[in-house]
C-alpha cells in the first residue's frame, strides 16, 4: 500500500513537472512568435530521378531555443498544433520560405501545412495574400498536407484545397502510406503529388516484400495521372530500385540533408552549370 502511494506520488510529481514545462515552452513559442528571431527554416533538396536534377527544396521549421539550443519540429509542432498558435507559425514558415526562395532558380517550393491551418475557412485566402505580398509565384508554390488532415474533419479542409489549387499552388500528400485507408483517399481527394512515407522507403531492402508495396503504390499513383516522391532515402539500393519502379523523384540523406538557405543558395548556383 504504502509504496503504492509513494509511486503514485512520485508519477504526480512528474506529471506536474510535464505539464509546467509545457506551459512555459508554449509561453516561450508565443513570445518567440511576437518577437522574431528564435524561428528559423532549413531546406531539404527533392531530385529527379532520372536525370538527378534538382527538383525543388522542401522548408522545414527549427526553433533556436535561447536557453535548450536548436529544437527540431518533432518537440514544439504538436504543442503548436495543441495550442492553436500553428496559425501563426504556419504564417511565418510561408512568408519566410517565400521570401527566400523568391529569388532561387527552383521550380518548386514545398512548405508543410497541418490540419489546424488547414480547416481555417480563412486559410487559402491567407496563403494568397502572403503570396501576393512576397511576390512568389503560386505555380511553384506546392503545400504539403497528411491524410488525417481530411478524416473526420468539416468540409473546409477540402474547400481550402480546392481555392488553393484554383489559384494555382500544388498539393502534395505527405507522408503518404501511414494514414487509415490511403488508397479509398486518393480517389477522391485533389492531389498533384504523393510523398511516400520514409517508412516504406526503409523497407526496401534485398529481396525483402516492402518493396512490392512500394511498387503497387507507384503504379497506381502513374496510373491516375500523379507524380511520386519518396521520402527518406538513405541508400543506393533504395535510389536504384525506386529508379527501377518509375519513382519521380527521391528525398532523404542520400541526395542532401535539410540545409541552411546559403547552402541552397550555392547548390542552385553548381546546379546551373
Ligand atoms: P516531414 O514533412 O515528413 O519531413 C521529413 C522529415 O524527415 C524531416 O524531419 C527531415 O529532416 C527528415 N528526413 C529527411 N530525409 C531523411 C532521411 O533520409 N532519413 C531520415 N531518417 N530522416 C530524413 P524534421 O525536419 O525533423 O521534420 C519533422 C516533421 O515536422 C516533418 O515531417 C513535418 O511533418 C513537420 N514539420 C516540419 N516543418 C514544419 C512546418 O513548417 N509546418 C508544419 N506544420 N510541420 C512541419
Ligand atoms: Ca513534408
Ligand atoms: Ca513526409
Ligand atoms: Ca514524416
Redesign the pocket.
Known amino acids: 500500500k504504502k509504496g503504492g502511494r509513494g509511486r503514485f506520488a512520485f508519477f504526480a510529481d512528474e506529471m506536474d513537472a510535464f505539464v509546467k514545462d509545457r506551459q512555459s515552452l508554449e509561453a516561450e513559442l508565443r513570445a518567440a512568435l511576437s518577437e522574431g528571431g528564435q524561428l528559423e527554416l532549413?531546406y531539404?533538396p527533392t531530385f529527379a530521378t532520372h536525370s538527378g536534377k534538382l527538383s525543388g527544396v522542401e522548408?522545414?521549421?527549427r526553433w533556436r531555443h535561447p536557453t535548450k539550443g536548436l529544437l527540431?519540429?518533432?518537440t514544439f509542432?504538436p504543442l503548436a498544433e495543441d495550442t492553436g498558435l500553428?496559425e501563426r507559425l504556419?504564417e511565418w514558415?510561408l512568408a519566410e520560405a517565400a521570401r527566400t526562395a523568391g529569388a532561387w532558380p527552383i521550380e518548386r517550393l514545398a512548405?508543410?501545412?497541418?490540419q489546424g491551418q488547414l480547416k481555417n475557412p480563412g486559410f487559402a485566402d491567407k496563403v494568397k495574400a502572403i503570396l501576393a505580398e512576397t511576390g512568389f509565384e503560386p505555380d511553384r508554390l506546392e503545400l504539403?498536407i497528411t491524410e488525417s488532415s481530411f478524416a473526420g474533419n468539416g468540409p473546409e479542409a477540402k474547400d481550402n484545397v480546392a481555392k488553393l489549387r484554383d489559384q494555382g499552388i500544388r498539393i502534395a500528400l505527405?507522408?503518404f502510406g501511414t494514414g487509415y485507408s490511403s488508397l479509398s483517399h486518393l480517389r477522391d481527394l485533389d492531389v498533384d503529388r504523393i510523398k511516400i512515407d520514409?517508412s516504406f522507403t526503409s523497407a526496401i531492402l534485398p529481396g525483402a516484400g516492402g518493396s512490392a508495396i512500394i511498387r503497387a503504390i507507384i503504379d497506381l499513383a502513374r496510373a491516375i495521372g500523379l507524380n511520386v516522391t519518396a521520402?527518406?532515402?538513405?541508400t543506393d539500393e533504395q535510389r536504384s530500385f525506386l529508379s527501377s519502379v518509375g519513382c519521380h523523384e527521391l528525398?532523404?540523406?542520400?541526395l542532401g540533408r535539410?540545409m541552411s538557405a546559403g547552402q541552397v543558395s550555392r547548390l542552385v548556383e553548381t546546379a546551373k552549370g
Open positions: 532549413a531539404q522548408a522545414l521549421v527540431m519540429p518533432g509542432i500553428i504556419g514558415v512548405v508543410n501545412v497541418s504539403e505527405d507522408d520514409s521520402e527518406g532515402v538513405e528525398q532523404g540523406y542520400l535539410p
